[in-house]
Structures are given as C-alpha cells and as structure tokens.
C-alpha cells in the first residue's frame, strides 16, 4: 500500500546526544515536510522540501537539519544544539505545486515521539 | 503566524451536525483553507479544502463567506468516532513551487451520547 513510514515510533535520548527520525513514502511526491506538535498544540513546521537535493528552514529549524538525497526519504536529525527536543515529531508529503492533478492536501505518517532523558 | 483562529474546543451531540468555525482575515486571494483532524497521537487525516467555493465530499461541507475571512466545517451526522481535534489550515503558495501548510491549535471536538 502507498503511503508514509516514521521510524522510530518511539525514542529515547540522552541529553547531548544527536538522534535522526526517518521518513519514507511510495507516494512518488515531490514535496514532503517535518512538523513539531507539543502537548496540547498545533503542528509546526521545521524543514519543508520540493526537490531533491533542495529544502527550505520552516518557522523552527534551529538545532534541526535535513537532507533530501532521495526524492522517497527525508531524514530529519535532532541535534544537541536543540534546546528541547522532547515532542511529537510528523513527516508528511504531497504532490506539489507543479502538478496537474493537485489537490495539494497533505499526507501525513503515524508520528515518531521523541523523549529526552 | 499561524494565519486561522479556532475555538479551542466545542461539544456536539451524537447524530446532529457539528459546527465548526474558523477566522482567517488575513487570507490572501491565492490562499486554499484546508481542514484535517487528528486522533491522539496519530498523523493528522485529510478532510476537505477550497478556495472561495463550498465544497463537499464524503466526509464533510465546507462553507466559505465571499469574502473569504472565515469559514465553517460541517460533519453532517457527527458520531462518537469524529471525536478529534480538526485544524483549519491556511496553504500559502510560496516561490520556486513551494507550499507552506499553517496550522493553528485546532478546535477539540467532543461528540457525546
């Protein structure tokens, strides 16, 4: 079936520690995105990409980088230098701008949640 | 900036339509309100989307005013399974064919017996 993987769904980190989240899709999207939700909050967004090899800071990348060598995966590290990485952490993707039959509705994986310990 | 204005949480009652506003004065005229819904700790789900028309699919109506400021989502037969938190976003087109998808805090819905 089609659609978007996070792993882990689960992880545990010590303080200091980098840890990176993946994201796959079968979807063949162009676009996919990494948001941040907190208890009680709203999504918001981290990085965002349209191509490969090309991606751009959303409203909260600081201690946070991406890479898109691939059009199907767009891993996301959390750095150390991210002050409270303790969150719920959503890829999601869509067709993107350019195509014809763009709904542009996102989709969304089942969420990796991130603990620091 | 997160662009939409929502009612942190509503009550429905089971079997009538639930109501759900949303604000977004600040819309641009190439700017799509689109409507998820998330059950806990699961990806956020698709509902409907539009630009200055009401649309309406298998799930929902979505009631836009003409000028575009606001905007309502209506679950028709509400059950205790739409009970969920339903963000009303803003899909800004950016340069170089980018879209940025704003997410408010959501409107918690709580269909009751």
């Known amino acids: 079936d089609g659609g978007i993987t996070q792993s882990p769904k689960y992880l545990f980190r010590k303080e200091g520690q980098n840890v990176t989240l993946s994201c796959e899709q079968n979807?063949?999207?162009?676009?996919m995105y990494w948001y941040r939700q907190d208890p009680g909050q709203g999504l918001r967004l981290i990085y965002y990409?349209?191509?490969?090899?090309?991606?751009q800071k959303g409203d909260i990348a600081e201690g946070y980088s991406v890479s898109r060598e691939k059009k199907e995966s767009f891993p996301l590290t959390v750095t150390s230098a991210q002050k409270n990485p303790t969150a719920f952490y959503l890829c999601?993707?869509?067709?993107?701008?350019?195509?014809?039959?763009?709904?542009?509705?996102?989709?969304f994986g089942e969420g990796s949640r991130l603990t620091v310990l | 900036d997160a662009k939409t204005t929502q009612p942190p949480s509503m009550d429905c009652a089971e079997g009538r339509a639930a109501n759900l506003p949303c604000n977004h004065s600040?819309?641009?005229?190439?700017?799509?309100v689109y409507w998820y819904r998330q059950i806990h700790s699961q990806g956020p789900q698709y509902i409907i989307h539009?630009?200055?028309n009401n649309e309406t699919n298998e799930m929902a109506s979505l009631i836009i005013t003409e000028d575009r400021k606001s905007s309502t989502l209506i679950l028709p037969h509400a059950t205790l399974r739409d009970t969920a938190v339903y963000y009303c976003?803003?899909?800004?087109?950016?340069?170089?064919?980018?879209?940025?998808?704003?997410f408010g805090s959501g409107t918690k819905l709580n269909v009751k017996p």
């Open positions: 999601a993707s869509s067709i993107g701008q350019g195509s014809i039959s763009n709904t542009g509705e996102l989709f």
């Open positions: 979807l063949n999207h162009d676009a």
């Open positions: 990409s349209q191509i490969v090899n090309d991606f």
């Open positions: 600040t819309i641009s005229g190439n700017e799509y």
């Open positions: 539009g630009l200055k």
């Open positions: 976003i803003v899909r800004v087109a950016e340069g170089r064919g980018y879209n940025k998808f704003y």
